[in-house]
């Protein structure tokens, strides 16, 4: 094979290596390029993987094959070093093969001498049809979904939205009515427009009772798109806060956003978080939930609390998770379950892994509160902590998507619980460099050294916090 055809090949792996990047932070960041560009958490990984090597292709072209080499390795040890791969959706799989369409037609009709010109267009190529494929193919999914909703006559729709605990509500609202109604919930943390299309075209079985979906937005008319969707019939709005709020820019876009959620043709009632009670006029039936509860006892035992005159046990822990359940009780008694039911339900709640979850079968105490990012909740889970007297360790990246201000709060409150902090990325490094002591603290400049680090400073009956875990390009 002569030299010509080895650089051809060099050049074809390079453009493959450049956009198996490009996809992949296109899939951490819900395929947004202007998050990728503005907002990505690691912005030197752009400069050390496209970059620099596209300058060093275009403007050098010298030692060319020691080059591929180079940026080869390079790229293969950053990717297998993630925590978040690659996964192959059939989005991805249209991506490959628009780009290797590209790079065919390119290498057959663009004469020898421009080839080294094709690499950023092939790429640019393949984005813009994906793209394009995807307006056309999820229009045809969004009308069959909103086909199938209309065709259920007997289906109730409830949609959630909140700044934090829509996964939570979501998931104790649906084991609250689950034994009386033939319930569905939409899976894991969906909650995007085209996520949900997705469940209800594949997973939303036609006899289902009672649909429980939690709407989510990253910027205004995100909400709205999925209310005209569901066109619901009732709807949860929970605590909004300035989550997201590099996203939103202010306060009032997200209350704006939130609210979106109560216009349905549809809605009979709304459920407002007591916080939200004097944020928005309302113009349509709603109810405010957690207004009368009383936390008789919140610890790593589970919380006991008074609602609406009725005492309720359960063994979920931390009391802002009386909130959550207060709504699900509105909403049981809505629907005319009785007392009984409700108690026994809330009862036997069961822990939603990675959110202030206590696991067993060790001889240490350890809360698995990994995907819970917000503040609210964060201070919950170190106000449990607090109440084990010995010795208690946290691993944490701190609050992602959020203000310093919040930041240099929750590392007060750590350093002033914990004997350990353990700090897993490198997006608030500063400030819990500078709000906790010394000898507490211990950085890890790799997640994947973790597991050794906690062989080796942990004893039995310590207490390990797992907050708010983020991925290695956080």
């Keep these: 094979m002569n030299l010509i055809n ?204 009672i649909y429980i979906v939690e709407a989510g937005a990253r910027r205004s008319g995100d909400i709205l798109e999925i209310s005209k969707l569901l066109n619901h019939h009732y709807a949860i709005i929970g605590d909004i806060g300035e989550q997201h709020i590099e996203y939103f820019k202010s306060y009032e876009n997200i209350l704006n956003t939130k609210f979106e959620l109560i216009q349905s043709n549809r809605l009979k009632k709304v459920f407002l978080h007591k916080n939200n009670k004097d944020k928005k006029e309302i113009k349509t039936n709603y109810a405010i939930y957690g207004e009368d509860i009383n936390i008789i006892n919140s610890s790593l035992d589970g919380i006991t609390f008074e609602y609406k005159q009725s005492t309720y046990k359960s063994q979920l822990l931390g009391s802002f998770n009386a909130n959550n359940l207060s709504v699900c009780i509105d909403i049981a008694k809505e629907f005319k379950i009785n007392d009984f039911k409700i108690s026994k339900a809330i009862e036997d709640m069961p822990f939603i892994p990675h959110r202030l979850q206590r696991l067993t079968n060790t001889d240490k105490i350890i809360i698995d509160d990994s995907f819970n990012g917000n503040y609210k909740g964060i201070s919950e889970a170190i106000k449990i902590s607090s109440t084990y007297n010995k010795r208690k360790i946290i691993i944490t990246c701190g ?60 004893k039995k009956e310590d207490l390990i916090l797992f907050s708010n875990d983020a991925p290695n390009y956080i």
């Design 6 to 209: 080895m650089d051809i090949i060099g050049q074809i792996l390079f453009t493959i290596m450049l956009s198996l990047y490009l996809i992949l932070n296109l899939q951490w960041y819900n395929y947004s390029l202007s998050r990728v560009m503005f907002k990505h958490h690691k912005k030197k990984h752009h400069f050390i993987y496209f970059i620099i090597p596209l300058v060093y292709f275009y403007l050098l072209d010298i030692y060319m094959l020691g080059f591929y080499l180079i940026y080869f390795v390079f790229f293969f040890w950053w990717y297998f070093t993630q925590d978040k791969k690659l996964i192959i959706t059939s989005k991805v799989q249209r991506f490959i093969f628009l780009l290797l369409s590209s790079i065919i037609i390119s290498y057959i009709y663009i004469d020898e001498a421009y080839y080294n010109l094709m690499i950023l267009p092939n790429i640019a190529i393949a984005i813009i049809l994906m793209n394009i494929s995807d307006i056309f193919i999820m229009k045809y999914y969004k009308k069959k979904a909103k086909n199938k909703l209309l065709s259920m006559d007997n289906l109730i729709i409830i949609a959630i939205t909140a700044s934090y605990g829509k996964t939570s509500i979501k998931n104790f609202l649906y084991n609250t009515l689950k034994s009386s109604y033939n319930t569905y919930k939409s899976p894991k943390s969906v909650n995007t427009i085209n996520g949900i299309i997705q469940d209800i075209n594949t997973n939303l079985d036609t006899d289902t009772e």
């Design 399 to 458: 609050l992602v998507e959020s203000t310093k201000e919040l930041n240099i709060k929750i590392a007060k409150k750590m350093n002033e619980t914990f004997d350990k902090i353990i700090i897993t990325a490198s997006l608030n490094r500063d400030i819990f460099k500078e709000n906790i002591n010394k000898e507490k603290l211990i950085i890890l400049k790799n997640k994947n050294k973790l597991e050794g680090t906690l062989k080796e400073i942990t």
